[in-house]
């Protein structure tokens, strides 16, 4: 890691975590395929439209604090329940934390229970915002079932006598290392406990102490066809190139991305807020709000780095808004050098037709001005 010249708000030094930032660049160039991109411009300009290519690159902080905790515990019929404080949106917290859970205890995910803003069971809960849940409760989560897993060995090593260094969880059993069939399953380990008032043991509460932002990055890239005619703006490709430190669930994150990346179009492009000269809103509904459909959305290409952050267990980085923080920089890049020809320079947006028109209106304004 390193400090960068900018302080926070709080006027603390900014330490980024590290991370090849070069490489997302390069990466975000290639799958865009950029080397073939002057070809393309001028297969369009033969229609009459203008096509361009814009970048944009960013670094945010992710992860941020103050510190969230989870509990597990292993109910005497073998079901792992997984409390936690965070609330989920449609994040798929309850996958990844099932994710987690499962491979600390060699479970199967069906046998996972996860359960969020119960306060009956675990009375706090910081915030969902930031693309902070992964960094903060995903370590949490390992740490409290990775502590149950420990009790489950031991108590398994009472049970087989056996080694615990010898045993290993796979499969929803307790297994002796090299001895073939010689196991028992967890079921019958909290079976055991619960039935010599020993079950809080197959508990764990923990609160992992946060340290310091978790730095995600990277670079997208927008190409655009505009008609000059009418100003109308067609994102016809997008590509990713985004490093959120471990990929828990690469799935996930692929929709995190593309969500994003939607979001930051309809900015760009669409959902403009309005509002009368005495402050009244002048946009009251979807027809007035557009937002981006299915058929609008362009092709979206992605491609992952993997640089895990020091600062927490997992080696996570949010992944939550990687997508939509650039792309509104992105289009305006790509519209300004697509109607590079007529000196147009991108300083307001949703970038509606009659916005795009007006901008190159003034553009030829300022020119005509100059001569």
């Not at 070809?39 to 103050?66: F, H, I």
């Not at 693309?131 to 370590?139: I, L, Q």
Request: charged letters at 20%.
């Amino acid at each position: 890691g390193y400090e960068v010249s900018l302080p926070s708000r709080t006027g603390a030094p900014i330490r980024y975590d590290g991370g090849d930032y070069r490489r997302t660049l390069d990466l975000a160039l290639e799958v865009a395929d950029s080397s073939g991109f002057a070809q393309r411009r001028t297969e369009t300009e033969k229609r009459g439209l203008r096509r361009g290519l814009g970048l944009a690159s960013y670094v945010e902080d992710t992860g941020t604090g103050p510190s969230e905790g989870a509990r597990v515990a292993i109910d005497r019929d073998g079901t792992v329940r997984v409390d936690v404080g965070v609330s989920s949106q449609g994040q798929g917290h309850v996958t990844v934390f099932t994710q987690l859970a499962s491979d600390a205890l060699g479970v199967e995910p069906e046998r996972v229970v996860v359960v969020s803003g119960d306060t009956g069971n675990f009375p706090t809960g910081k915030s969902t915002v930031a693309s902070r849940t992964a960094v903060t409760a995903g370590p949490a989560v390992h740490t409290a079932a990775t502590e149950v897993a420990t009790a489950v060995k031991r108590a398994a090593a009472e049970m087989l006598e056996a080694a615990e260094a010898d045993l290993r969880l796979s499969d929803g059993r307790v297994e002796v290392v090299g001895m073939s069939g010689m196991g028992v399953s967890i079921k019958d380990v909290a079976v055991h406990l619960h039935q010599q008032d020993r079950g809080n043991e197959l508990t764990a509460h923990e609160d992992v102490p946060f340290s310091s932002a978790a730095f995600a990055f990277g670079s997208n890239v927008a190409e655009v066809i505009v008609d000059p005619e009418t100003g109308l703006v067609e994102v016809v490709d997008y590509s990713v190139a985004h490093d959120c430190g471990t990929v828990l669930n690469p799935m996930i994150v692929a929709g995190q991305i593309a969500g994003g990346v939607v979001h930051g179009l309809g900015n760009a492009l669409l959902e403009r807020v309005a509002t009368s000269e005495d402050g009244q809103p002048q946009v009251t509904s979807f027809i007035d709000y557009r937002i981006m459909g299915a058929s609008e959305v362009p092709s979206i290409r992605q491609a992952h780095t993997e640089t895990p952050s020091p600062t927490n267990l997992l080696g996570a980085r949010g992944a939550g808004e990687g997508g939509t923080l650039p792309a509104m920089a992105a289009v305006a890049a790509a519209v300004e050098d697509a109607l590079s020809p007529w000196g147009v320079v991108v300083d307001r947006y949703p970038l509606q037709p009659e916005v795009v028109r007006r901008l190159m209106r003034d553009a030829a304004v300022s020119r005509d001005s100059v001569e």
